[in-house]
């Protein structure tokens, strides 16, 4: 299976040149690869959601990771990241007023997932094969849980939110976007 956002991005370090490589491999021998139904692999859509000024993220404490974290969610067949991006942030943040930054990928990452339960469903060891895109919301918008997935959503500054994040493979992901998200201020 061709995806084309994948194919056309340009990498903007060795990691995400390696995980480029692996996402068009594993899509290249997977047709279903934008469905959890790829057990060890498949696509997911994630947002950086930063307020007008670009100095605050909006994060999530998710039930799973007992964690805060980024929004976004696997692409369950649709292969439109921007869409699915747009729609988890919303749906996990009760945003609505929440636009896309550009139409650009953020950033590119292989995310190792280890096995947990969900619905009370065992899910295996997989990879989120995961696109970020930068969103721009207005930080006096009403926020909401959403119990089934989170139990917080709260504004950060962009400068202190890593002294919440308590899952140390995901600080790299995170200061790279932070790193990227501030070169690309208005």
């Known amino acids: 299976m061709r995806v084309p956002i994948v194919e056309q991005y340009l990498p903007k370090t060795d990691q995400e040149a390696i995980d480029?490589?692996?996402?068009?491999?594993?899509?290249?021998?997977?047709?279903?690869?934008f469905y959890r139904s790829c057990l060890h692999a498949h696509f997911t859509s994630s947002a950086f959601v930063v307020n007008e000024t670009y100095d605050k993220i909006l994060f999530?404490?998710?039930?799973?990771?007992?964690?805060?974290?980024?929004?976004?969610?696997?692409?369950?067949?649709?292969?439109?990241?921007m869409h699915v991006a747009?729609?988890?942030?919303?749906?996990?943040?009760?945003?609505?007023?929440?636009?896309?930054h550009s139409s650009d990928v953020?950033?590119?990452?292989?995310?190792?997932?280890?096995?947990?339960?969900?619905?009370?469903?065992?899910?295996?060891?997989?990879?989120?094969?995961?696109?970020?895109f930068l969103l721009v919301a207005d930080e006096?918008?009403?926020l909401r849980v959403k119990p089934d997935e989170n139990s917080?959503?709260?504004?950060?500054?962009?400068?202190e939110v890593l002294t919440h994040v308590d899952e140390p493979r995901m600080m790299a992901v995170y200061e790279k976007a932070f790193a990227e998200i501030k070169r690309q201020r208005p």
Do not use: C
């Open 140 to 142: 006096q918008d009403a």
């Open 152 to 159: 917080g959503v709260r504004w950060f500054a962009i400068d």
């Open 60 to 81: 999530a404490h998710h039930n799973i990771y007992q964690a805060w974290g980024w929004l976004g969610g696997h692409n369950d067949g649709d292969e439109n990241f």
């Open 86 to 100: 747009l729609k988890e942030a919303r749906e996990e943040s009760g945003l609505i007023n929440v636009r896309p």
């Open 20 to 33: 480029k490589h692996v996402m068009l491999a594993v899509a290249k021998h997977h047709e279903n690869v």
């Open 106 to 132: 953020l950033t590119l990452d292989v995310i190792f997932v280890e096995n947990h339960r969900k619905n009370g469903n065992y899910v295996p060891d997989h990879l989120h094969l995961n696109l970020a």
